[in-house]
């Protein structure tokens, strides 16, 4: 769709993604309704950001009488499939979109799009750099999609010798009908299953990234994570790979030998940085670090382009963050980490003795391998959350009478860092990676990181 002249287009929720796109259409001269299950009175910033727009507004449900003479419905991103508004407007054939497919519809130049389970944040912004290395200050590169600002709001000032850096997630992917130039699909594990009720469905949403990809297109996967390498059948043109290991065939792409970052561009083999020069910790932001030059090697950047945006970089906040030492110990904030896999990659990140503060909300995922690693590895955990009774049985049926460590149950984040605060020991690292979301106590985990920080700072 791209006229968009007297179009009748209804936004389900009104957050960042679904407030952004209602500016964009209106400008393009669409008739747009807004609607969202919250009442007027908690709405009412979002409206007034609105406010002089031709915008009708239903709150409070989602009545099927908002389908009638609808030329499309646009989901924002916590709006499932599920919800009967949405399966009545399949069932009447009206297509469903959302701000990243009609933002890449729109926009005039390349777009590299990044997805996965874990790292897409840390690879999007080290790419983002990467690009700016290598093509600013003539050309502009532009991050955003499930980070920052949506892009639709910027389409406008985006010009054709640009370059576009977008990171996409499962709930943006699972309604998309367009594929981005380069797609990367750096991982693929339990996540998010209470909205996508299995793991195939998942996987499912997460491969629509390269569906819709064409024979010039490149897709960038992951050689050494299942999840991902299972997807290069479905490779419509160029693959670069990446992987700790040197592949064993002539694939183009990213791997480690002889303590290097090293690219194999097809005929020769390109050294990009030492492996001691890295600030990130943990074999999992290497491979985020090998993902970032695959695909920046795959959008024609060079190496000292790659050394350039690689250099200072020390991560994205909530990402293994430093926050203080205090009583002789290093407190860190990994508030991203809301499934126990993501967790148990921040664990395999330190060789010091852990305190790890564990809790939230619960994504029905599984805790056990979590549980069975925490057992070996962990001297202290502080569970905390609506989760809690769940992730202590998983610790307790993991201990089997064997080494296990002292485990305390509190109510809340707060009190888990006060609990924290007063075993800690010198030499020890306080690892704040919880495993769960956010939502049982807070607005986001960007909110219960800072609310982290916060309380750790104010310790003394």
């Known amino acids: 769709m791209q006229n968009w002249q007297n179009r009748n287009v209804i936004i389900l929720g009104a957050a960042r993604q679904g407030l952004a796109l209602a500016r964009y259409l209106t400008a393009q001269g669409a008739l747009v309704t807004i609607s969202d299950q919250r009442s007027p009175a908690q709405l009412e910033q979002a409206r007034q950001s609105l406010q002089g727009k031709n915008i009708r507004w239903v709150l409070g449900e989602h009545p099927f009488s908002l389908l ?54 840390t690879t999007t912004t080290l790419v983002g ?3 700016q290395a290598a093509f600013m200050p003539e050309h502009t590169v532009w991050v955003g999609g499930n980070i920052g600002l949506p892009l639709i709001d910027l ?5 054709p010798a ?3 850096v977008l ?15 380069i797609a990367a699909v750096l991982n693929i594990t339990p996540n998010h299953l209470d909205r996508h009720g299995t793991l195939e469905a998942y996987t499912a949403a997460k491969a629509r990234i390269l569906d819709f990809q064409t024979p010039d297109s490149t897709a960038v996967l992951n050689r050494e994570d299942p999840g991902s390498w299972n997807l290069h059948s479905r490779v419509r043109g160029r693959l670069v790979s990446f992987g700790l290991q ?19 561009d097809g005929q020769k083999t390109l050294r990009v940085v030492p492996l001691k020069d890295i600030q990130l910790r ?5 491979l985020n670090i090998l993902a970032a030059f695959a695909i920046a090697f795959a959008a024609g950047c060079p190496v000292q382009a790659m050394i350039a945006g690689l250099q200072d970089f020390k991560g994205v906040k909530h990402r293994l963050e430093f926050v203080r030492e205090y009583r002789g110990a290093y407190w860190y904030n990994d ?126």
């Not at 943990?282 to 290497?286: D, T, V």
């Open 68 to 121: 009638e003479d609808a030329d499309l419905l646009c989901l924002s991103g916590g709006i499932p499939f599920t919800l009967p508004i949405v399966i009545e407007a399949q069932r009447r054939g009206i297509p469903l979109s959302n701000d990243s497919q009609i933002f890449m519809q729109a926009a005039p130049c390349p777009v590299i799009g990044i997805t996965g389970s874990a790292g897409k944040t």
């Open 129 to 131: 750099r990467i690009l």
């Open 155 to 159: 389409v406008g000032d985006i010009q």
């Open 162 to 164: 640009d370059r576009v």
């Open 167 to 181: 990171e996409l997630s499962s709930f943006q992917l699972e309604q998309m009908t367009l594929s981005p130039q």
């Open 246 to 264: 040197r592949p064993q065939e002539a694939f183009q792409g990213a791997y480690v030998e002889n303590g290097w970052c090293c690219l194999f």
């Open 282 to 286: 943990g074999e999992h932001n290497r």
């Open 335 to 460: 508030s991203i980490a809301t499934a126990p896999e993501r967790t148990m990659a921040a664990v395999r990140s330190f060789d010091e003795p852990l305190l790890l503060l564990l809790g939230g909300r619960d994504k029905n995922l599984p805790w056990q391998d979590l549980a069975q690693m925490a057992v070996r590895r962990v001297d202290q955990v502080v569970i905390f959350g609506e989760a809690a009774p769940l992730i202590e049985k998983a610790l307790r049926d993991a201990q089997n009478g064997g080494k296990s460590p002292h485990i305390q149950v509190v109510s809340h984040l707060h009190e888990a860092v006060q609990a924290a605060a007063k075993v800690v020991t010198p030499g020890m690292v306080v690892l704040f990676s919880p495993g769960g979301t956010s939502f049982d106590e807070f607005k986001d985990f960007e909110e219960r990181g800072e609310r982290y920080c916060e309380w750790v700072n104010q310790l003394s």
